[in-house]
């Protein structure tokens, strides 16, 4: 790749996005960005100063996305001379990496750091596309084709320090924003826990105030003000000022409530529930909970003393990291 090409940059919503933003600053490169998405209140505050193209959703198993998709990729290579491209996934990678290696473009995968046993639908068939190089971020399954190179949870850390609380408990309670797939488990769960006089705010003395960030899920009967969407800036200056995150296993969701210094409670969703496609958050959520990230608890299941145990635990983190280097 010359000083004259671009680096594409391409990844869905959520935390795919948010781990493709972070891998960005860690990538060696030259040259102008250009990043593709699709088009939400994340997408815009967290792309704000970057070259951006939006695009249609692409949703889980969406092959008629994927292909609309293609011509996007050809034009893209056309106009900005794309030299390389990288993308976090999901499905929205198959509509570009495989048009762009063949016609000869350095791809880079980097499977989510949801995927702690092996790869996702979206890897497993980019592992067989020649001319894109596969990144695992867990060593114990990084077998060829896959390369580790690290971890997007790298350099957090959790110790003991009890939280000093003001006349009111904040609370954040965060979904993602996954629109095709509804959590409503955990907001029948939290609703009387977090209600006033409820049992977290006669435990405190304190009244409970929370920001619910509910994406997709359908909550318009429950006593609630829901707000479906956040900007990124808004919604991690919120995790900053509260006490409490409540968050869904989203590598996203998790990793804004690490950088606002909590360990928050992780309530993985379940596919049998209709919350997710496969049961990859489970997996993700013991991983955080073995780093000793996360106090993980059944969205139908979480207690008072789970949600007030995080109050005496900050998590801080490393502030240089390695470079993430890419195959050449």
Known sequence: MTPT??????ATTG?????????????????????VTHENEQSRSLLADRAVEFV????????????????????LWRKHRIGCAV???????????????ARGVACHYIESAARTCGPS???????????????SQYDRWARPPWR????????????????????????????????????????TTLVPLLAPGGPVATALGRPVTVL???GGTPVTDLPIHARPFLPETELRAALRAADIVVCHAGTGSMRAALDAGHLPVVAPRLASAGEAGDDHQREL??????RGLAMVAEADAITPEDLLGTLGVAVRRTPVLPSFDLVR
């Open 121 to 135: 639908r979206t890897g497993r068939v980019l592992r067989w596309t020649p001319g894109v190089a596969m990144y």
């Open 5 to 10: 090409t671009t680096t594409l940059y391409v």
């Open 148 to 187: 580790y190179n690290g971890n997007w949870f790298d350099g957090y850390e959790a110790a003991s320090e009890r939280r000093v609380l003001g006349r009111r408990l904040l609370v954040v309670v965060t979904v993602g924003t996954a629109e095709e797939f509804p959590f409503r488990r955990l907001f």
């Open 87 to 101: 993308s976090t996934g999901s499905g929205i990678a198959l509509g570009y990496l495989p048009y762009l290696a």
């Open 212 to 214: 619910w960030q509910t």
């Open 15 to 35: 935390g795919h996005l948010a781990q493709l933003r972070a891998f960005a600053d860690r990538i060696p490169a030259g040259g102008p960005q250009l990043w």
């Open 56 to 75: 249609p959703y692409v949703g889980v198993g969406d092959v008629a996305g994927v292909l609309r998709c293609v011509p996007h990729a050809h034009r």
């Open 285 to 290: 959520a013991a991983e955080l909970a073995r």
